[in-house]
């Protein structure tokens, strides 16, 4: 028995040595296993120079001792002359305007407040490796850059590289409640802790701010677009400057959602008509006091006239009027408002699609310059797959910024592996027909195509207080995915996985192509054992968890039918011109391509068509059976990507592995679950049997429906 206990702790001891928990994310740095670079970064990291002091470089040191410890084993040594002992030069390009070239100069200036060059650099005779921005803030990216570059194997010390964000603010949405629950939140509790601050600050914060700025992330929104007004009381205000003031040097701006009620909630107005003289003054004095906390506030995020937010509707003004107030209250400080588009009301249209485009096209040209439009990425909700929003291309006149969804409320939530980055990819991608016949969705949001010079790329949070703070420790990749999409639309979802999994796993070949194959497949095949075919909104009700194409009462566009349409004739929901014409929205080169059911992508047929059962699809099967086959292949999908991890027992350590294996395997079972549901369901309709090439759906439809998960994370607060 002793002897068991000795083994048994032994054990223990062992594999907690080499335990990972995921706290470190795609910062933990393994070690530099390739001869010639590890030769070359420790040359490097024998002498580091600053040229000027900044609060950021403190940051910098701190980041380059961790690295240095944990790639090489040492500690970097910093140099307190510039010539002598250093091999690598650090600072602003006024800092070190005195050994640079005028030429490099002009470069460097090119690259605006956020850019970076690093590469060599000959001065009397020696070569330095520099590493200089405009700002601090730039030589920080800039060495963030670096390390990603030696932990993925790229760095050359010879290359010249530079870079500069292709999106002015690139942000983090929190939809954290001041209760500390998280609204669409499935890791854990938010990590503001409101009641401890301002007093304590929790290590955390600061672990935050450098993950975002490892990314080039640069503004967070704290709080829940269903906002509580008293977020903007003197009281939190001290607590959101705390925050500010550890964020600012990681070049990270705070900004907060402003309830469009709170001259009435907080200010004892009897109104928040936003043309009233005194609701104007509220405004202006709120924001006032706010900049005398934080110098660099970013702005306010609104929701308004939403699901039930207060907004102008109610006082008879548009939302132009509405949001325009508030932007001037921001505008001699130099902050911005950020209008969310996604609006729906059930007098305007039918089709909840179109409403956007109805209420905010009209708008075009009315907007304050220091605001922008924040738009999902499509017009219902964050689905699987949908088509890009109509608004992107229909306001030429305003600026538009882009939402996505880190948290996956309808992407397996986090018991489930699926990697966004494809799905942002291919929204960027969309071609849009509209401002310029070449434009694209992410030339829009960039400015490349629009002209617009305040850009935005938004995502709505997916961390919280879990230990690897993102509840699957593999959707800390969709956190790194969103942050260097939101810095290059352009980048493919493939670099991207490649760079989080090398520096996330390590280098290890057989893991890293096994976790990106997995990563790179993962989205597909959720929607395809999800919402195929450009079916969508068939979810649990409210915790949207699972599958609920049954699910009726309240709202018609709250429910399944809704979308789905279903009857004994066929499935979908026809929003060509004879139907919702919500496809008219779209360039006419959209227009006539979508209207025709054998032209439109066949990843949106449901979506625009309404057809029967028996269509032949491109494949030559039956719509019906194409609606079978797609269920199952995604099931197989998540099997493969089951069977692969299994396969990496012994090339990741214990605590990642297990946590994942466990999750795939829930993964597994839930993606039976949604094939085995809707494809029994929608048998009701189409009366036909399953196609013989799949397995035969299991389990009992009314069972299905039965069941209830009271226990399920991320519900909307009661208040
Ligand atoms: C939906 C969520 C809801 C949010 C809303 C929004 O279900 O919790 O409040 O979006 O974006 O996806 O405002």
């Known amino acids: 028995m002793k002897y068991l206990l000795i083994l048994f702790l032994s054990i223990s001891v062992a594999s907690s040595a080499r335990a990972n928990d995921g706290y470190g994310l795609w910062l933990d740095y393994s070690p530099v296993e390739n001869s010639q670079l590890k030769q070359d970064v420790s040359q490097l990291f024998t002498g580091f120079y600053f040229f000027g002091k900044s609060p950021t470089y403190e940051i910098i040191r701190d980041e380059l001792e961790v690295a240095g410890q944990k790639m090489l084993g040492s500690s970097p040594v910093f140099s307190t002359e510039r010539l002598a002992q250093t091999q690598v030069w650090l600072g602003t390009r006024d800092e070190l305007s005195q050994v640079l070239g005028l030429q490099t100069q002009a470069q460097i200036r090119e690259l605006g407040e956020d850019g970076y060059w690093r590469g060599p650099i000959v001065f009397q005779g020696k070569t330095y490796y520099a590493i200089i921005g405009n700002r601090s803030i730039g030589v920080l990216y800039g060495v963030f850059d670096w390390l990603r570059s030696i932990q993925t194997d790229t760095f050359d010390p010879k290359t010249e590289n530079s870079e500069s964000p292709k999106v002015k603010l690139r942000m983090l949405n929190h939809w954290d409640n001041l209760d500390g629950t998280v609204e669409r939140g499935y890791a854990g509790f938010s990590i503001w802790n409101w009641h401890k601050l301002p007093g304590y600050i929790d290590r955390r914060y600061i672990d935050y701010a450098r993950a975002n700025a490892s990314l080039g992330i640069n503004a967070v929104s704290l709080t829940n677009v269903n906002a509580n007004a008293r977020i903007l009381t003197t009281d939190f205000m001290k607590k959101a400057r705390v925050l500010a003031d550890l964020f600012r040097p990681y070049g990270i701006r705070v900004f907060l959602t402003a309830r469009f009620s709170a001259p009435i909630e907080i200010g004892g107005l009897k109104t928040a008509d936003p043309l009233d003289p005194g609701v104007i003054d509220f405004w202006k004095k709120k924001t006032d006091e706010m900049y005398s906390f934080i110098p660099d506030f970013g702005g306010y995020l609104v929701k308004a006239n939403s699901e039930g937010q207060p907004g102008p509707h109610e006082y008879g003004r548009d939302h132009a009027q509405g949001a325009n107030v508030l932007a001037d209250a921001l505008a001699p400080?130099?902050?911005?408002?950020?209008?969310?588009?996604?609006?729906?009301?059930?007098?305007?249209?039918?089709?909840?699609?179109?409403?956007?485009?109805?209420?905010?096209?009209?708008?075009?040209?009315?907007?304050?310059?220091?605001?922008?439009?924040?738009?999902?990425?499509?017009?219902?909700?964050?689905?699987?797959?949908?088509?890009?929003?109509?608004?992107?291309?229909?306001?030429?006149?305003?600026?538009?910024?882009?939402?996505?969804?880190?948290?996956?409320?309808?992407?397996?939530?986090?018991?489930?592996?699926?990697?966004?980055?494809?799905?942002?990819?291919?929204?960027?991608?969309?071609?849009?027909?509209?401002?310029?016949?070449?434009?694209?969705?992410?030339?829009?949001?960039?400015?490349?195509?629009?002209?617009?010079?305040?850009?935005?790329?938004?995502?709505?949070?997916?961390?919280?207080?879990?230990?690897?703070?993102?509840?699957?420790?593999?959707?800390?990749?969709?956190?790194?995915?969103?942050?260097?999409?939101?810095?290059?639309?352009?980048?493919?979802?493939?670099?991207?996985?490649?760079?989080?999994?090398?520096?996330?796993?390590?280098?290890?070949?057989?893991?890293?192509a096994a976790i990106k194959e997995m990563l790179l497949e993962s989205r597909e095949a959720a929607v395809n054992y999800m919402m195929p075919l450009g079916l969508h909104h068939i979810m649990g009700w409210d915790h949207h968890y699972g599958p609920g194409p049954w699910v009726t009462g309240g709202r018609p566009d709250w429910t399944a039918p809704y979308y789905h349409q279903a009857d004994s004739l066929g499935i979908g929901f026809d929003r060509t011109a004879s139907g919702s014409d919500a496809l008219g929205q779209y360039a006419p080169e959209i227009v006539k391509a979508w209207s025709d059911p054998t032209q439109i992508p066949e990843k949106y047929l449901l979506w625009f068509h309404h057809l029967p059962w028996d269509f032949e699809l491109h494949s030559g099967r039956t719509l019906w059976d194409e609606i079978g086959l797609?269920?199952?292949?995604?099931?197989?999908?998540?099997?493969?990507?089951e069977e692969t991890w299994n396969s990496l027992e012994s090339e990741i350590d214990p605590e990642r592995f297990e946590h994942v294996r466990q999750l795939l395997a829930i993964q597994v079972q839930e993606a039976e679950w949604w094939r085995n549901a809707c494809l029994l369901y929608f048998q009701t309709f189409a009366k036909r049997p399953f196609p013989a090439e799949i397995e035969q759906p299991t389990g009992d439809l009314e069972d299905y429906k039965k069941r209830s998960f009271p226990t399920a994370p991320g519900i909307k607060p009661k208040w």
């Open 333 to 512: 400080h130099g902050g911005v408002v950020i209008w969310r588009a996604f609006v729906y009301s059930h007098e305007l249209d039918e089709d909840r699609h179109k409403h956007a485009n109805l209420e905010f096209g009209p708008l075009d040209g009315k907007f304050r310059e220091n605001l922008i439009i924040q738009v999902k990425n499509g017009a219902i909700d964050f689905m699987p797959r949908e088509p890009f929003h109509p608004l992107f291309g229909a306001m030429p006149k305003t600026n538009l910024g882009m939402e996505f969804q880190i948290t996956q409320e309808y992407l397996g939530q986090a018991t489930q592996l699926v990697y966004l980055a494809p799905m942002w990819e291919e929204v960027f991608g969309s071609k849009t027909y509209r401002p310029i016949p070449a434009s694209r969705v992410g030339g829009i949001v960039d400015g490349t195509d629009s002209g617009q010079k305040l850009t935005l790329v938004a995502g709505v949070s997916n961390i919280g207080t879990d230990r690897n703070w993102t509840g699957h420790m593999m959707a800390q990749s969709n956190w790194y995915a969103f942050g260097r999409l939101a810095w290059n639309p352009d980048l493919s979802s493939e670099e991207i996985a490649d760079e989080w999994v090398k520096m996330t796993f390590g280098q290890d070949p057989k893991a890293f």
């Open 630 to 641: 797609h269920y199952d292949t995604g099931v197989k999908t998540a099997r493969k990507m």
